[in-house]
């Protein structure tokens, strides 16, 4: 079996060999370490028919490919006749643009607080102070407001307008008065009542007041009526008819009309002769019968 793969082997590199031509007939690319340089298409005279150039997919041995420079410097832009094709650069390489997302914004950072010290309105620090005061700020200056501005004098009460400023006078005290005082304002008229047939009224001490004295449902009109009744049966006796008792408001000369007193409506069945008796019973210092304050000089009867 050996001898057989042997003999085969032998015989392939025979016909191998043989059938390679001879190296002196081999051509080769004009360079300084080529001994059988190929001939151009020039060379053989011209001829019609182009000859085959080099395949420059050829295999060639670093000695056939001569010194780099040579090769690079001699070539030619490939076609029939270039002989040395220069080498073609391949295209750029392409370049891919990513749009990446922009970065996300950094957060805004909230306002500094604001300045522990507030002014006037600051406490001392402790448990319930919400506002405490910085011991090292300075305190605030109240701002400076100028006084008010005093208003205009208005003119004296009771002078015209248009009238001098200066005070008012009496013209019957001062010759030359220029601003004569308005006289006083008459007193306010008494509000009268018209008495019914049979009626007495005379005026008591208590001052009118229209909530007690007109409602007669009020503890005090009650009482007052009680005191009236029983001051007239003390001077008329106990048999006396007294009825139809109200009040109502009456004023007294030289007493003052913002204070009216209250004046007593009443029917007793003595008619006038009653009045009589009863204003003489009055005693010097105001009373009639058991206590009863009322004005001397005020019986009247209808």
Same mark, same amino acid.
């Given at each position: ?25 081999? *051509?080769? @690319? ?5 001994? !059988? ?37 001699? *070539? ?7 002989? @040395?094709?220069?080498? #073609? ?39 319930? *102070? ?44 001062? #010759? ?14 008494? #509000? ?22 007109? !409602? ?13 009744? !029983? ?23 030289? @007493? ?47």
């Amino acid at each position: 079996m050996r001898l057989t793969l042997t003999s085969i082997v032998c015989f392939t590199l025979f016909a191998l060999t043989a059938a390679a031509p001879a190296s002196h007939k081999r *051509c080769c @690319n004009p360079g300084p370490s080529c001994n !059988n340089p190929c001939p151009s298409n020039n060379a053989q005279g011209g001829a019609g028919a182009l000859s085959p150039g080099p395949n420059p997919f050829t295999f060639m041995s670093p000695v056939e490919q001569g010194p780099p420079s040579t090769v690079m410097d001699n *070539c030619c832009a490939p076609g029939p006749s270039c002989a @040395n094709p220069c080498q #073609q650069q391949g295209p750029p390489p392409q370049t891919f643009m990513v749009n990446f997302p922009p970065p996300p914004a950094a957060p805004m950072l909230p306002p500094p607080p604001p300045p522990i010290y507030t002014g006037d309105n600051c406490c001392p620090p402790g448990p319930s *102070c919400s506002n405490p005061c910085d011991a090292g700020a300075p305190p605030m200056m109240a701002p400076q407001m100028a006084p008010p501005m005093a208003p205009p004098m208005a003119p004296p009460m009771g002078a015209p307008m248009g009238a001098p400023m200066d005070p008012c006078c009496d013209p019957g005290m001062v #010759q030359g008065c220029a601003n004569p005082c308005a006289p006083p304002a008459a007193p306010a008229q008494p #509000q009268t009542y018209a008495p019914y047939p049979g009626e007495i009224t005379f005026k008591l001490l208590q001052t009118w007041d229209p909530d007690k004295y007109l !409602n007669e449902q009020s503890a005090a009109f009650n009482i007052l009526a009680g005191n009236l009744e !029983n001051a007239i049966k003390t001077v008329l006796g106990p048999m006396t008819q007294v009825s139809n008792i109200y009040f109502r408001e009456g004023y007294v000369p030289g @007493n003052p009309s913002t204070m009216p007193k209250v004046v007593a409506h009443v029917m007793v069945n003595g008619g006038s002769d009653a009045a009589s008796l009863l204003q003489r019973a009055v005693t010097p210092d105001g009373t009639l019968g058991d206590g009863l304050k009322v004005y001397k000089d005020s019986f009247n009867a209808y």
